[in-house]
């Protein structure tokens, strides 16, 4: 039976933890110890269980090293903002994570979101898998993502200039090992025993992939029944993160024929008791979203993918305000699919007519329904069974 680390280093959600955490107790029944290194340590009992034997903090730059770049429009530059834009920071998180792995004698390297991981464990050479969506494992070998196809030139050469300098520093680090050097940023994936990308096709952040094999992603019917505020008119759901726009967004949805259904982790009390009314309800609950979609005319979200795949199952179209490049990739490719649209999250005007638009404007709902009759027989469990299958063989081979 095997080490194996659990490796979560970048991004903000507990969707990583989510992910991570079937993989533990699949890993963990095989007899295998499990450790997690987590960038987040507060959530990790209540995901895990007792499946885990250590628990560490992942090593992680909390700030960018030299100069941050602010809009991120391309991935080398969420690369440079983690601490790829210095030699000697890069340098210092490697050697945490090489430590890491010294400590818990790792032997095998599970990751998400984890490209420091990821090049530790090329430098070191436990073997490594990496899961996630699109975002999380952008396509290698290619030119550097970017996070839109309308970019000016002098964006472009940000995104390049950017990839010279993370490539610099990461081959001048994996030089002082002996290590082969990489071309593009993206290229520290070419360096794993495989990705394993946890989405669809038609929601993968950079568009479907010829050589990609997809794994779905968990749509489990879990959660409360949800309960609609009761006055005429449509019924919206929302999943909603703080933003300029939504204060103004509830004063103006009070006044309409409308019931709006919002699931928030952290908008203010505040706000939630200022803006409750008859056809506005709050709630922190996790609820079961196949139920959701057989009532909703629509939905409001950021763009949390998981979410939006839900949805999408039961034929709900989709009014979209992302607050970030990831949010917005996925938004992308639901406007791609024609199941939705994007608007400005700041701009409340621009949230209720896309709601007016996705629901009287019948194409929207069908390419919506267009894709649940697609996957009416979509069986994650076959999938997850497949993933599982491709982990244990690499663990068993290593």
């Known amino acids: 039976m095997a080490n194996i680390l659990l490796c979560w280093e970048l991004g903000g959600g507990l969707g990583h933890l989510g992910r991570l955490a079937p993989v533990a107790q699949h890993l963990s029944g095989g007899g295998h110890q499990i450790d997690l290194a987590s960038r987040r340590l507060r959530p990790v009992q209540n995901l895990f269980g007792n499946t885990l034997r250590n628990v560490y903090q992942a090593p992680i730059q909390l700030s960018p090293a030299g100069d941050g770049?602010?809009?991120?429009?391309?991935?080398?530059?969420?690369?440079?903002?983690?601490?790829?834009?210095?030699?000697?920071?890069?340098?210092?998180l490697v050697r945490a994570w090489l430590v890491l792995f010294d400590v818990s004698r790792t032997e095998f390297v599970i990751a998400d979101h984890s490209p420091t991981a990821v090049l530790a464990a090329?430098?070191?050479?436990?073997?490594?898998?990496?899961?996630?969506?699109?975002?999380?494992?952008?396509?290698?070998?290619?030119?550097?993502?970017?996070?839109?196809?309308?970019?000016?030139?002098?964006?472009?050469?940000?995104?390049?200039?950017?990839?010279?300098?993370?490539?610099?520093?990461?081959?001048?680090?994996?030089?002082?090992?002996?290590?082969p050097a990489i071309q593009t940023a993206s290229d520290l994936y070419s360096t794993t025993i495989a990705n394993l990308l946890l989405t669809l096709p038609e929601l993968d952040h950079y568009g479907p992939r010829s050589d990609a094999t997809y794994f779905g992603l968990p749509v489990g019917a879990t959660g409360a029944a949800p309960h609609w505020p009761s006055q005429p008119g449509l019924k919206v759901y929302a999943y909603l993160n703080p933003s300029p726009g939504l204060k103004p967004f509830f004063a103006s949805v009070r006044q309409l024929p409308m019931n709006l259904l919002v699931v928030h982790n952290e908008l203010s009390r505040d706000l939630t008791d200022q803006a409750a009314a008859e056809n506005i309800q709050f709630t922190r609950e996790r609820l079961n979203l196949q139920k959701v979609a057989i009532e909703a005319d629509c939905a409001l979200l950021n763009g949390s993918h998981a979410t939006m795949c839900q949805l999408l199952f039961g034929g709900v179209p989709l009014v979209l305000g992302p607050l970030h490049p990831e949010q917005l990739l996925a938004s992308q490719r639901i406007v791609a699919a024609g199941a939705g649209l994007i608007v400005n999250h700041t701009d409340p005007k621009q949230m209720l007519a896309g709601i007016y638009e996705v629901t009287s404007q019948t194409r929207y709902r069908a390419a919506a329904q267009e894709f649940a009759a697609r996957y009416a027989k979509f069986d994650q469990a076959k999938l997850d069974a497949q993933m599982y299958a491709e982990i244990d063989r690499a663990i068993g081979s290593s």
């Open 69 to 92: 770049i602010f809009p991120t429009i391309g991935f080398a530059h969420i690369l440079n903002n983690v601490g790829y834009s210095s030699v000697d920071a890069l340098a210092a």
């Open 122 to 179: 090329y430098i070191a050479e436990p073997p490594c898998i990496t899961i996630g969506n699109g975002f999380k494992l952008p396509p290698v070998h290619q030119a550097p993502p970017s996070f839109g196809a309308k970019l000016t030139a002098d964006a472009r050469a940000s995104i390049e200039r950017s990839n010279s300098l993370v490539c610099a520093n990461v081959n001048s680090v994996l030089g002082a090992f002996e290590k």
